[in-house]
């Protein structure tokens, strides 16, 4: 079946470290690719995607690319800051149109001043 | 983009009793979907609502434990039947014209006592 294997948390960098949460898949065919963001006592933001192979989703300084062939869609930052401490989700969707998203388990970042 | 809304955020139960959440969203909208977020996990799908028909649930969750509502394209209730302390989650609804473009609710912190 289709599914997302995320790093284990939980993440502690400092301010302005570089941030890598790695994430692959197991899919028949061609997902779409999510990272969500889930901050403390709230619902999930998208904070990016990628539709197909080679694709590079970004959003408030956060990357990610559609990697085929290591079927990988690995989460980076140049420079985190406190505020993005949250936990982050990878997730898929296999079909298009209506079929529901598949996570990953998250990972909690913490980032310290 | 679609700004959703639940109610209530957080409720504290007594077992053997029945919680109704509810979800709006802004505008119309052709899927909604119920998660549950268990504590320190990652989300889990509980059912697909499509207005005008039943709603459908994974494996693991039956209707009459968690029955759906959807009675337009704006609105949804989930209902957690004779709760148990096992019961105690975060549920979240989604909603989007398609998958590739989900939004989520804050969710509905609940804790059965």
């Known amino acids: 079946g289709n599914s997302v294997t995320q790093m284990e948390g939980p993440v502690t960098l400092s301010e302005e470290a570089f941030l890598t949460i790695n994430c692959t898949y197991t899919a028949t065919g061609y997902p779409s690719l999510f990272w969500y963001v889930q901050y403390p006592g709230e619902g999930l933001q998208l904070l990016l995607k990628?539709?197909?192979?080679?694709d590079k989703g970004s959003n408030k300084g956060f990357e990610a690319t559609y990697r085929k062939e290591t079927t990988s869609f690995h989460l980076e930052k140049g420079s985190v800051q406190v505020s993005d401490s949250a936990v982050y989700f990878c997730a898929l969707i296999w079909n298009s149109g209506n079929t529901p998203l598949v996570f990953g388990k998250g990972t909690r970042l913490s980032v310290i001043a | 983009s679609a700004v959703i809304s639940q109610k209530p955020s957080r409720d504290i139960c007594q077992r053997g009793t029945s919680l109704t959440i509810q979800c709006q969203v802004d505008s119309q909208v052709t899927m909604m979907f119920w998660y549950r977020q268990q504590p320190g996990q990652s989300l889990t799908l509980i059912a697909t609502?499509?207005?005008?028909?039943?709603?459908?649930?994974e494996s693991g969750f039956v209707i009459d434990k968690f029955p759906i509502s959807r009675p337009n394209l704006t609105f949804s209730t989930l209902t957690v039947s004779n709760m148990s302390p096992e019961d105690s989650s975060i549920y979240l609804c989604?909603?989007?014209?398609?998958?590739?473009?989900?939004?989520f609710g804050p969710g509905t912190r609940l804790t059965v006592t």
């Open positions: 609502a499509n207005q005008g028909s039943e709603a459908t649930y």
């Open positions: 990628a539709t197909k192979a080679d």
């Open positions: 989604s909603g989007g014209q398609s998958s590739y473009e989900q939004y």
